[in-house]
Every structure is written in structure tokens, then in C-alpha cells.
């Protein structure tokens, strides 16, 4: 059934152009698990056979993710946690995946939804903790803006240049998505390279923050 679908979004991308990557990346940030594999990298291609234009794609990409994430942002918010936990699991978001993303939300803050939206798995994910923690939606939207354009333009640029050199891969959506993963674990790996840095420095300021606190005491 995977597949059928795979075919359906492909199909979407290309026969309704910057409305249909609109729609699809705006699911992909939801509930829907859409993989931002069959629509971004193959509306890159057909952008540059001039159906399209580059940057048009991933405008329309950075607002349908922008949008998914508002979405499941103020209906976590307004749903809550207590009702996710008992009934997230029939919604594709079981207690474990939604406690897993409220502890990442809480321990790396605006970083934290910004190299979320560079990571399989969470990228999806992270806006429903941002809602039920109540994070200032203005700062929420900058966050998930800059890191979904981020994330469109690398697909969008691998897809373009994959593509054009292997133009078969327009023809099984599951390979272009083995393909481009492929290709992505070194931009994954600096990323979560970034992130533990990025740790490091929140641990050491807490701890000089408790140390002139203890010392100011006494």
C-alpha cells in the first residue's frame, strides 16, 4: 500500500507543480508521513527542464512545512498533553515519540526545532512538544521557517543534481528515496555534529551560571 502511495505523491508533484509540493511538505510536517524524498528532489528536476523554478520549489516547500508545523503546533497546544498520551498512538504518535521530542524541545530550546528540521524521525514531529511547552509562537515560526527553507534547498539542490545524472530514478519513487538518504547521511551527520556542540556549550553555561550562584551565596 506504501508503494501505491509513494506513486500517488510522486504523481501529485508533478501534475499539480508548486501547489502539490505545497500540499505534500505541508503533510510531511503533520501527521501524514510523507517523505520529503519523492517531493522535493523530483520538483527540483522538473524545475530544471523550466516547468518550474528553482527557487519557486522550495518557496513552496518552506511554506507547506511551515504550515504542517503550525498546524500541529497550536492543536498540541489546545489538545494537550495528557490527551496525546492516551491517544496519539491511533494519530501516528505514540507516548514514547512525543516524550522523546518534548525532552529535546526542553533541553536545546529554538536550536533544538531548528536542526529538528534538518533530522529524519523528529522533523515531524517537534512542533507538537513546541506547542504543548507553549514556546512564544513568533520565535517558533522564525526557527521553523529558516530550518524547512534549509531543508527544501538541500533536498531541492541534491535532487537537481541526482536526478539529472540518473533520470531513471523518476520512474520508482523507493529508489530515489534510497538514493537521496544516501547521499544525505554526511549533511545528517554535520548536523547532529552541530547539535552535540551545541550542547556542550548549554552544559557549561548552566553549570558557571550554578557556580557564581553558589558562589555569590557564599
Not at 64 to 80: D, E, F, L, M, T
Not at 82 to 109: N, S
Amino acid at each position: 500500500m506504501f508503494h501505491e502511495l509513494l506513486r500517488v505523491w510522486f504523481g501529485w508533484v508533478e501534475a499539480w507543480g508548486y501547489l502539490g509540493v505545497f500540499i505534500l511538505m505541508a503533510l510531511e510536517s503533520s501527521i501524514v508521513p510523507v517523505p520529503s524524498e519523492v517531493v522535493m528532489p523530483p520538483a527540483a528536476f522538473w524545475a530544471a527542464q523550466g516547468r518550474m523554478s528553482f527557487w519557486g520549489v522550495v518557496l513552496a516547500g518552506t511554506l507547506g512545512s511551515y504550515v504542517g508545523s503550525a498546524i500541529n503546533y497550536w492543536v498540541a497546544q489546545w489538545v494537550g498533553k495528557p490527551i496525546l498520551d492516551r491517544y496519539g498512538k491511533y494519530v501516528l504518535f505514540p507516548p514514547a515519540k512525543v516524550q522523546m521530542a518534548e525532552a529535546w524541545v526542553t533541553q536545546y530550546g529554538m536550536m533544538g526545532i531548528f536542526t529538528a528540521r534538518l533530522l529524519p524521525v523528529v522533523r515531524h514531529l517537534i512542533s507538537i512538544p513546541a506547542g504543548i511547552l507553549r514556546m512564544p509562537f513568533g520565535k517558533f515560526s522564525l526557527v521553523t521557517t529558516l530550518g524547512a527553507g534549509l531543508w527544501c534547498w538541500v533536498l531541492a539542490w541534491f535532487g537537481e543534481q541526482v536526478i539529472g545524472s540518473r533520470p531513471e530514478l523518476l520512474q520508482s519513487p523507493e529508489a530515489l528515496i534510497k538514493v537521496m538518504k544516501d547521499k544525505l547521511h554526511w549533511f545528517v551527520a554535520a548536523v547532529f555534529v552541530m547539535l552535540v556542540l551545541y550542547g556542550i556549550v548549554v552544559v557549561f553555561k548552566k553549570r558557571s551560571k550554578i557556580t557564581k550562584a553558589v558562589s555569590q551565596k557564599v
